[in-house]
């Protein structure tokens, strides 16, 4: 019983490298999300995506960038990175319609130097 | 204006004291309600939800909802020193798929 997996679940990047975090669940959730986490901001919506080949912005997309290929798989490609996108990444999936528990990742705890 | 706002805290209290947690929020067609339960350097965990108006208790936990206020709330009988921890609430519509967090609130049970 997997859930939503997350890797990796640390990273450190230099300014201006790009990077993919990964997101994986075995629910066969059409709805997936990303979150970004920071102290007194709570969470944020990233991206989401509400079924293969479908993605939309939420609430703080710029400098991300997610492509959905399958049911399972939702990556999260930071573009250039900088130090303002040092945070706590989620993902989360669920079912659509009338779900009421979105199943979240462990988290990828990214620091941007 | 957040559509969600919650007190972030933080809030501690002594074992077997009662906590209260709330929320409010000004979106009218938010129909299911949701508290999570966030321990540090974890995913949010679903705690129990609530369809509409009304209350519902678990355990030593009951959520209630007050739709003509809009306001939400949880509570937190005999606390433990185990419910330390960050409650997240969280709303959504009958129809949409997103889920609108409040910023969470910071609990820390003291033994």
């Known amino acids: 019983n997997a859930g939503v997996t997350q890797t990796p679940k640390f990273q450190v990047l230099k300014t201006g490298q790009s990077m993919t975090l990964q997101c994986a669940q075995d629910?066969?959730?059409?709805?997936m999300s990303w979150y970004r986490q920071d102290p007194g901001m709570g969470l944020r919506l990233i991206h989401y995506?509400?079924?293969?080949?479908?993605?939309d912005q939420g609430e703080v997309p710029n400098g991300y960038n997610v492509s959905r290929s399958t049911t399972e798989d939702f990556p999260l490609r930071l573009l250039s990175a900088a130090p303002s996108q040092t945070s706590v990444y989620f993902c989360?999936?669920?079912?659509?319609?009338?779900?009421?528990?979105?199943?979240f990742g462990q988290g990828t705890r990214l620091t941007v130097v | 204006q957040k559509e969600v706002e919650q007190d972030p805290g933080p809030l501690s209290v002594p074992e077997g004291a009662i906590v209260s947690l709330n929320c409010t929020y000004s979106?009218?067609?938010?129909?299911?309600f949701m508290w999570y339960r966030q321990y540090s350097r974890k995913g949010p965990e679903l705690l129990m939800y609530t369809y509409s108006s009304g209350n519902k208790e678990d355990g030593r936990f009951t959520a209630q909802v007050d739709k003509s206020s809009k306001y939400i709330s949880l509570f937190i009988r005999d606390s433990q020193p185990s419910d330390s921890a960050t409650y997240l609430c969280?709303?959504?519509?009958?129809?949409?798929?997103?889920?609108?967090f409040g910023t969470g609130t910071s609990l820390t049970v003291i033994p």
């Open positions: 995506s509400v079924g293969a080949g479908i993605t």
């Open positions: 979106n009218s067609a938010f129909q299911y």
């Open positions: 989360a999936s669920s079912s659509p319609g009338t779900a009421t528990e979105a199943f």
């Open positions: 629910m066969n959730h059409e709805y």
């Open positions: 969280a709303m959504r519509t009958n129809t949409g798929n997103q889920f609108y």
